[in-house]
Nanobody, 125 residues
Framework: QGQLVESGGGLVQAGGSLRLSCVAS????????MGWFRQAPGKEREFVAG????????YYADSVKGRFTISRDNAKNTVYLQMNSLKPEETAVYYC??????????????????WGQGTQVTVSS
């Protein structure tokens, strides 16, 4: 049974950067698509970025294109989310997810079957 654990969240000023990490354990997810989502208080969970099994293809929500970068290191069972030029409205809990249903990029939360516990990102103005 697999587990995903996020880290790297914290408090940052607007315009700053953070790098989130998601380490998988208990099983390998190297053959599957993975992604990052976020959920702000009172709002629904939203897709941020996705990456296919090899890392060769990525996909981003329009709101983060050009500022966020998703990557993975299958040898380390780890997925990363580099976030630059952060905005206060991006304050949220950020979740890592894995989809054992597909090897490609997955944007729909319903297609992910493994989720981390989340890491808080707070962007101050």
């Amino acid at each position: 049974q697999g587990q995903l654990v996020e880290s790297g969240g914290g408090l940052v000023q607007a315009g700053g950067s953070l790098r989130l990490s998601c380490v998988a354990s208990g099983r390998t997810f190297s053959s599957y698509g993975m992604g990052w989502f976020r959920q702000a208080p009172g709002k629904e969970r939203e897709f941020v970025a996705g990456i296919n099994w090899s890392g060769g293809s990525t996909y981003y929500a329009d709101s983060v294109k050009g500022r966020f970068t998703i990557s993975r290191d299958n040898a380390k069972n780890t997925v990363y989310l580099q976030m630059n030029s952060l905005k206060p409205e991006e304050t949220a809990v950020y979740y890592c997810a894995a989809s054992t249903l597909l090897r490609g990029i997955v944007a729909a939360a319903t297609l992910y079957d493994y989720w981390g516990q989340g890491t808080q990102v707070t962007v101050s103005s």
